[in-house]
């Protein structure tokens, strides 16, 4: 399975092939707008049909490629803002750049959105996009509270409730490191929890939410089995998988 990153990678592989194709599409526009001005204006002193019908033939082709080049870069232009919104934000240098340089469905343009996507790839592959950083551990944890989803559904609630307490335990982590709050080796969801709350990330509601999730998985963690049920840790999936979503 590949993973977000190469997923990324792949679809900037594929956005540059297609601008690569729309730079042709609008150069060969180009030269038949160019040839058709040149019949225009020659036929301007000479009304022989023959380069009449030449002309028509020139405009009709111009302008289907006219129209093919426009829908062609609209499309590819609503991909890649698209892209770069997923990968990095809406307020990012590349976003800016893009939205800025690439208006038109002309060459110049093109090749400015073709920088672009190169440089985004570049920072990509060497790992310079904290956002992307965040999104494939968000990715990670999401799978993690799928195999839980699953246990869950074919009856092992206990292996769910273990489960879900790790993810929300490492979740608690990255947020705190997230938010520059010092975390050490042996802290636990307690502590995190209680150094998150202090710092104001969030609120003691949330606190004593989160404090009553970790009682069900200590009591998984300690076989004490009957004291929670499948419903709670149903409850227990759905209430981490929001939080992470909002926090992380």
């Known amino acids: 399975m590949k993973t977000l990153q190469e997923k990324f990678i792949k679809r900037i592989n594929e956005l540059l092939e297609k601008a690569k194709k729309l730079k042709k599409l609008c150069e060969k526009r180009n030269v038949l707008y160019e040839e058709y001005k040149k019949y225009e204006k020659y036929e301007g002193f000479s009304k022989s049909s023959t380069l009449t019908?030449?002309?028509?033939?020139?405009?009709?082709?111009?302008?289907?490629?006219?129209?093919?080049?426009?829908?062609?870069?609209?499309?590819?232009?609503?991909?890649?803002?698209?892209?770069?919104?997923?990968?990095?934000?809406?307020?990012s240098i590349d976003h800016q750049n893009f939205v800025n340089t690439v208006r038109q469905p002309e060459p110049y343009d093109i090749v400015k959105g073709i920088g672009v996507l190169k440089a985004l790839k570049e920072d990509l592959q060497k790992g310079f996009l904290t956002n992307i950083r965040d999104l494939i551990v968000a990715e990670v944890f999401t799978d993690f509270l799928d195999m839980a989803e699953h246990l869950l559904e074919n009856g092992y609630k206990d292996a769910a409730?273990?489960?879900?307490?790790?993810?929300?335990?490492?979740?608690?982590?990255?947020?705190?490191?997230?938010?520059?709050?010092?975390?050490?080796?042996?802290?636990?969801?307690?502590?995190?929890?209680?150094?998150?709350?202090?710092?104001?990330?969030?609120?003691?509601?949330?606190q004593k939410q989160i404090q009553a999730w970790k009682d069900i998985r200590d009591a998984a963690?300690?076989?004490?089995?009957?004291?929670?049920?499948?419903?709670?840790?149903?409850?227990?999936?759905?209430?981490?998988?929001?939080?992470?979503?909002?926090y992380l």
Do not use: C, P
């Open 53 to 91: 019908e030449k002309a028509k033939k020139v405009y009709k082709q111009y302008t289907n490629y006219k129209e093919k080049a426009r829908m062609t870069f609209l499309e590819w232009k609503s991909n890649v803002e698209h892209l770069i919104i997923s990968i990095v934000n809406e307020n």
């Open 161 to 206: 409730a273990s489960l879900i307490g790790a993810v929300l335990e490492n979740g608690l982590r990255k947020i705190a490191e997230k938010h520059n709050v010092t975390v050490k080796k042996d802290d636990n969801i307690n502590s995190l929890n209680t150094k998150l709350a202090d710092k104001g990330i969030y609120n003691r509601l949330i």
């Open 221 to 246: 963690a300690h076989g004490k089995f009957n004291e929670y049920n499948a419903d709670q840790v149903k409850l227990l999936l759905e209430g981490v998988r929001k939080f992470l979503a909002e």
